[in-house]
């Protein structure tokens, strides 16, 4: 899921503590940004090929209140399909993947998520206080450390949320949009997350605009 893989955890880590250490970091040049069709995990998966697609590297603002932004605009060349999330490489190919992130919309929405056992597993109800969302927006599950998902959601897993059982407080979700609620089996809670998807019928052209990609300093 994204945040700092495990290669960009040992690297803060050593960084602080240890002078660099054994993961070698930082690299000598600005990182090199990639696109993700689906969720990068912890390596750097799923990510783009073809089309003319390639990393693109990118001058950064320095870090501020746990953040930093790309000072210019990146613009990738992209395969047809889906863009839903990038990485930062210290390579323009292969290499060490140190971080990933979404793609989210300009309200970033994102709750807590929590089904209990009984009839909200019984209706594969979510439940989310003032979630503020609406039909056919994505979202994503990322796993609470010490705490399980509800089973049947797998994490990284982009869904769609459904007009059945949408309410203030509670929302479901299927893997189609307009689809059956995905089969909830037991209680557990649950990080969720907004996700913009952007889909491309062909080859195209796909850009963030300068101070667009938010870097922050997550686990």
Known sequence: MPGLTDFGELAVLDEGYNAGGAASWPPAANLFISLHSADPGDT?????????YA?????????????LDNVGAITWS????????????????????????WFNPASNIVGLALTRAGTEVTNNDIQSNAHGLVLDNRVVFEVIEGLTIPAGLT???????????????AFRVSTTSGG???????????????????????????????????ILATE
């Open 180 to 214: 059956g609620a995905v089969d909830i089996t037991a209680a557990g809670s649950a990080i969720w997350r907004q996700v913009s998807v952007t889909n491309f019928g062909s080859s195209g052209t796909f850009q963030v605009a300068a101070g667009a990609l938010d």
């Open 78 to 101: 992209v395969p047809a399909g889906n863009v839903v999330a990038w990485g930062a490489w210290d390579a323009s190919s292969a290499g060490n993947c140190f971080q990933t992130g």
């Open 155 to 169: 994490a990284g897993t982009i869904y769609f949320v459904i007009s059945t059982g949408l309410t203030t407080d």
């Open 55 to 67: 990393r693109q590297q990118t001058d950064f603002t320095a870090a501020s209140a746990g953040a």
């Open 44 to 52: 750097g998966a799923n990510e783009l090929t073809g089309g003319g």
